[in-house]
C-alpha cells in the first residue's frame, strides 16, 4: 500500500478509537460544524474528515480509500496525491457548509466520504473503462458508468433528505476533484477556452 494512503488509514483508525475513549468534546471540537451554530472552527474543513460516526462508516471509507487511493496514488506520486484530496475535502466542507445554511440544519458532519468521492471521480476520469466490482449487487461495471450511478444516487438521496448522510459534502468532494484534475489539465474550472 503506497505510503500516504497508509497513513491516512491509520490516522482516521486512530480517530476513531481515541473518540471511543476520549469524551464527547473531543470528536465535537474536529467535527465540521455549520457555521450557525457558533461551533465552527477553522481547522474543521479539514479534521472532519478523519472522524467516523460508527465502525460501518470508516470501514467502507477506508476500503474505498485503499481501493482508489493507492492507484491513484501510484500515478500520480505522494504531493499530487495529497493535494487532490485536500482539495476534495475541502470542497466537500464548502458545499456542506453552503447546504446545512441553506436547510438551517444544525448537525456536524464527520467523514471522508467527500475525499472518497473525489477520488471516486478521478478514478472514473483517468480509468474510464476499468471493470470495478461492486459490493451490492456483486458485478463488474466500467468505472465511468459507477461514477455516473454513485453521483446520481448522491444528488437524488441529497434532495430527498433525512438520512443523515452528508450527500451533498459527497457531491462537493466530487466537485472538488473534478476542478483539481481541470486545474492541472490547464483548463478553466468550467467549459471551454
Do not use: D
Request: with cysteine.
Amino acid at each position: 500500500m503506497p505510503p500516504i494512503t497508509k497513513a491516512l488509514i491509520l490516522a482516521c483508525v486512530g480517530f476513531f478509537c481515541a473518540s471511543l475513549l476520549l469524551p464527547p468534546w473531543f470528536e465535537g471540537l474536529l467535527a465540521l460544524w455549520p457555521l450557525a451554530t457558533g461551533n465552527f472552527q477553522p481547522w474543521q474543513p479539514i479534521s472532519y474528515a478523519f472522524l467516523h460516526g460508527s465502525p460501518g462508516h470508516l470501514l467502507f471509507n477506508m476500503l474505498g480509500l485503499w481501493s482508489f487511493g493507492s492507484e491513484l496514488e501510484r500515478l500520480w506520486g505522494g504531493r499530487r496525491y495529497l493535494h487532490f484530496l485536500i482539495a476534495s475535502v475541502l470542497a466537500a466542507a464548502v458545499v456542506q457548509q453552503l447546504w446545512t445554511a441553506l436547510i438551517g440544519s444544525p448537525v456536524p458532519t464527520v467523514g471522508a466520504s467527500g475525499g472518497l468521492f473525489g477520488l471516486l471521480l478521478a478514478f472514473g476520469m483517468l480509468f474510464p473503462n476499468r471493470q470495478i466490482m461492486m459490493l451490492i449487487p456483486p458485478m463488474p461495471i466500467k468505472a465511468k458508468h459507477y461514477v455516473m450511478i454513485f453521483g446520481g444516487l448522491e444528488l437524488l438521496l441529497g434532495f430527498s433528505g433525512g438520512s443523515g448522510i452528508a450527500h451533498f459534502a459527497h457531491l462537493g468532494g466530487m466537485l472538488g476533484g473534478f476542478l483539481m484534475l481541470r486545474y492541472w489539465r490547464g483548463q478553466p474550472p468550467f467549459g471551454r477556452r
